[in-house]
């Protein structure tokens, strides 16, 4: 990383921290990393593939998760800065029409879902609830309109009073939905289990007007397990779930994305479990790349909702993040390590990547980056730095930015192979 980025923290933090910040940085190699993306471009769907055996191997296709996590990092990295550091307005007319093609391809008709061909219906709730929010996204970043009426436009009309066919039975009524929510309770308790369905869901749950009794469930939920902390004489941790363990904040960074008009309570207890699970021994194999980059998200999440509604704990939340970070970062470098890539990607599990992402296959799970495990790692590095109250120092440039545009514009030559190809019999 150009060493002159780093004239961007002079006088904002101390030696060992920057030295620390620096050392994480040593880690990502932005060039390489938009260049791997830009590889995984089908001009011809209008996607990108998960990874570099999806794009190669037969059976596998583009899909809508992994091209906008695409797009958002070379926008989030600073890859579109001459253009307002926004995707939209980085793409050119053609490559817009075909990202929207694309998308609104995957629409059905009948219940305003989006399905990949590769696919089908046969999904888990959570691929079904993030394949609508990233086709969504993506139509309406780029100026599109969806051919037919979303699920989201369905579940409104259908809470406004209208037709309630082809909707989900746990939305079509408020004592269908109690009961879902209390069915997943359990889990959420123990290990903050169906916090990624719920996040899933988060904008039907919002489109249905269920929102107010999500949050209403899910703040008595946090009040009775912080209540029997206090009796049980445990420092309380302030989450929805008691074991302090990698997915302590699984439900924080989950549930976050439901609390946007309200508070999220005993923020700064939650702030201080973030540095306690993200300084736990970088040991074994029983965690994930998204079990690295929960805690550093959680925490900026838990700083967003701080700056909306209680302002004044912000600056407290960074001096407890700041207070350890050269030994967070250093930690969180041992644990990104088993899932860096040679070629400067990451990979979702440790030395490959994921076969499946909410249960659908996505790559042959070779040991490969792939765009979900490298979009949450890369996350992880700019979170570092909100968490503490810093300015990001970013990983790629507009020359970056330029060469990715321009492999959209011109595309790849994809040659795909049998999975015997990759000595793999079935």
Request: proline share 4%; aromatic share 10%; hydrophobic share 35%.
């Amino acid at each position: 990383m150009d060493g002159k980025k780093w004239e961007l923290l002079e006088g904002k933090v101390g030696e060992r921290e920057l030295d620390a910040l620096k050392l994480l940085g040593s880690y990502y190699d932005g060039k390489a990393i938009i260049d791997w993306l830009g590889g995984l471009w089908d001009k011809e769907t209008g996607g990108f593939y998960y990874a570099n055996s999806s794009r190669d191997c037969e059976g596998f296709l583009p899909d809508i998760e992994s091209t906008v996590q695409t797009l958002r990092w070379a926008e989030n990295n600073g890859a579109f800065a001459a253009y307002g550091g926004k995707y939209a307005n980085a793409l050119d007319g053609e490559t817009k029409e075909r990202l929207i093609g694309f998308a609104k391809s995957l629409q059905c008709k009948e219940d305003g879902y989006f399905y990949h061909p590769q696919w089908g219906k046969d999904i888990s709730g959570a691929k079904l609830g993030r394949d609508l929010g990233w086709s969504r996204a993506l139509i309406n970043t780029l100026g599109g309109t969806p051919d037919y009426p979303t699920a989201l436009d369905r579940l409104a009309m259908a809470s406004a009073g209208g037709s309630k066919d082809n909707i989900p039975e746990w939305f079509k009524s408020k004592e269908n939905y109690l009961a879902w929510l209390s069915e997943k309770s359990v889990d959420m308790r123990k290990n903050s289990g169906s916090a990624h369905l719920i996040n899933a869901n988060s904008s039907q749950i919002i489109a249905a007007g269920y929102l107010e009794l999500t949050l209403d469930y899910l703040d008595g939920m946090q009040q009775t397990i912080y209540k029997e902390q206090l009796e049980e004489g445990e420092r309380p941790t302030g989450l929805w779930q008691k074991p302090t363990d990698y997915r302590a904040v699984w439900g924080l960074l989950k549930y976050a994305a439901l609390y946007r008009g309200r508070p999220i309570k005993h923020q700064l207890e939650i702030a201080r479990t973030c540095v306690d699970v993200i300084l736990l021994p970088a040991e074994g194999d029983n965690y994930h790349m998204n079990d690295v980059f929960n805690q550093w998200s959680g925490l900026c999440s838990l700083i967003g909702n701080a700056k909306e509604h209680q302002p004044e704990v912000v600056e407290e939340i960074y001096e407890i993040v700041r207070e350890r970070l050269p030994e967070m970062v250093e930690n969180s470098i041992k644990k990104i390590l088993p899932f860096k890539q040679a070629d400067g990607t990451f990979s979702y599990c440790m030395g490959h990547s994921s076969a499946t992402t909410n249960h659908a296959p996505v790559s042959l799970g070779l040991p490969e980056g792939d765009v979900n495990a490298t979009a949450l790692c890369s996350s992880m590095y700019r979170s570092v730095f909100t968490a503490a109250g810093l300015p990001i120092v970013q990983m790629c440039d507009e020359v970056d930015g330029e060469r990715f545009l321009a492999t959209l514009r011109r595309g790849n030559v994809i040659t795909k192979k049998s999975k015997e190809d990759f000595g793999i019999i079935e």
